[in-house]
């Protein structure tokens, strides 16, 4: 018997995918009008004055996000500092925010600003503090030409639903032979 409360995160786990994904549901498109505005999904605070399934959304981040893995063509659609493209982890997670308003606004930056012709390019204004980074940047391939995709390694699928995600979350237990 599935436990109700395991499921509903699960539910609520593929919805945020949903939104994650860039599902062109009508749904999806409501939520990031109402929500999101010129925000990014990773960064965005719980607020108690918030709704209780947006904030149950923004929870859900917790589980995924280590299952989180982009393939970076042209770098457009991720964030730089905000999506976790880097190992998992979110640029700004590494520096204060002075360390970032140096390099001019956070939230319009894109991965492309790093790729050049197909290929990783360090830009003449790279902070000094992000030289450790820069070395794990190069350890990733760029895809060239072609739209950045966004998957979750947690399901050789590459996306989360209901299922999925209740299979991910739920305790497993060895199986026993009855008698």
């Not at 970076?72 to 998992?88: A, H, M, V």
């Not at 001019?104 to 050049?116: F, Y």
């Not at 979350?169 to 009855?178: A, D, E, Q, T």
Request: charged content about 25%.
């Amino acid at each position: 018997m599935r436990r109700i409360t395991t499921w509903n995160e699960a539910s609520i786990g593929a919805r945020f995918w949903e939104v994650v994904a860039n599902h062109h549901s009508l749904w999806v498109q409501w939520m990031r009008k109402k929500y999101f505005k010129s925000k990014n999904i990773w960064s965005i605070s719980i607020k108690s004055s918030q709704s209780w399934i947006w904030n149950r959304l923004l929870k859900a981040r917790r589980w995924i996000k280590p299952d989180v893995s982009y393939v970076i063509f042209e770098g457009k659609s991720i964030s730089l500092w905000f999506d976790p493209w880097l190992q998992g982890k979110c640029l700004h997670e590494h520096f204060n925010e002075s360390v970032l308003l140096n390099w001019g606004p956070p939230d319009q930056d894109t991965v492309s600003a790093l790729i050049r012709d197909g290929k990783w390019f360090k830009p003449p204004r790279w902070p000094i503090e992000f030289e450790g980074i820069w070395e794990e940047i190069l350890m990733l391939d760029v895809g060239g030409l072609g739209e950045d995709v966004i998957i979750w390694t947690g399901h050789k699928t590459g996306s989360i639903s209901s299922s999925l995600a209740w299979n991910h979350l739920r305790p497993s237990c060895p199986k026993s032979r009855l008698v």
